[in-house]
């Protein structure tokens, strides 16, 4: 069965910081790979995704996520985070039948 | 929220009322989704349809009910509610194989 872990329930780091979220997910075939943002109150917005190709994909808001088969992890990165980064973010997989799975989160706290 | 609306954006039910989510898109994407969130358990899928008139279970559908009648319309009923049906509800909307789901802004639901 598909699953997700994100092993961080709440992460602290000062503004400027740079940041990293990990990802570990179990599934048998190419997974696609998703991160996504959720501020308090608000819906999901994507992130960025990976189907195929390089493993390293950019998205939006200066995020970055490398896709490492060898360890089943898409870890999520930014160089240097600013205050409006705050917020809970997901990591989901999807398979083949068309259903996503999504991690616990990962609560955000940017200290000035 | 990508043309995605949901109605109620709050609800306060009893134990044993029934009521209906209505999710309304208007980009005439075939995937729709249910899922609920709760705190510590990211989102879990309840149901999803992927096109007119086809509805199928996820992770979690028992005391759910799902129908997708027409292709802009994706509802969500609670027969007969239960304290543990209260959470946040979330639908999203995916336009095909290999492509991102976009979400709704949420519907909170509170049983008494």
């Known amino acids: 069965a598909q699953s997700v872990t994100q092993p961080d329930i709440h992460i602290t780091v000062s503004e400027g910081a740079s940041l990293e979220l990990r990802c570990n997910y179990s599934?048998?075939?190419?997974?696609?790979l998703f991160w996504y943002v959720q501020s308090p109150g608000q819906g999901l917005q994507l992130l960025l995704k990976?189907?195929?190709?390089?493993?390293l994909v950019q998205g939006i808001k200066g995020f970055e996520a490398e896709f490492k088969r060898s360890q089943s992890s898409f870890n999520l990165r930014k160089p240097s985070v600013h205050w409006s980064d705050a917020a809970e973010y997901f990591c989901?997989?999807?398979?083949?039948?068309?259903?996503?799975?999504f991690g616990t989160g990962t609560s955000l706290t940017v200290i000035p | 929220n990508a043309g995605v609306t949901q109605t109620p954006k709050f609800r306060v039910l009893k134990t044993g009322q029934s009521m209906t989510l209505l999710c309304a898109q208007d980009?005439?994407?075939?995937?729709m989704y249910w899922y609920r969130q709760d705190p510590g358990m990211g989102l879990r899928l309840i149901h999803y349809?992927?096109?007119?008139?086809?509805?199928a279970k996820g992770e979690v559908p028992d005391g759910y009910n799902v129908s997708r009648l027409k292709k802009q319309n994706f509802l969500l009923g609670l027969e007969s509610a239960a304290p543990s049906q209260t959470s946040v509800y979330f639908c999203a909307i995916r336009s095909g194989y290999q492509e991102t789901q976009y979400f709704g802004p949420g519907t909170r639901l509170l049983v008494l």
């Open positions: 989901a997989v999807a398979n083949t039948g068309n259903q996503f799975y």
């Open positions: 980009m005439n994407h075939e995937y």
């Open positions: 990976y189907f195929s190709g390089d493993t």
């Open positions: 349809s992927v096109g007119e008139g086809t509805t």
């Open positions: 599934y048998g075939a190419t997974p696609y």
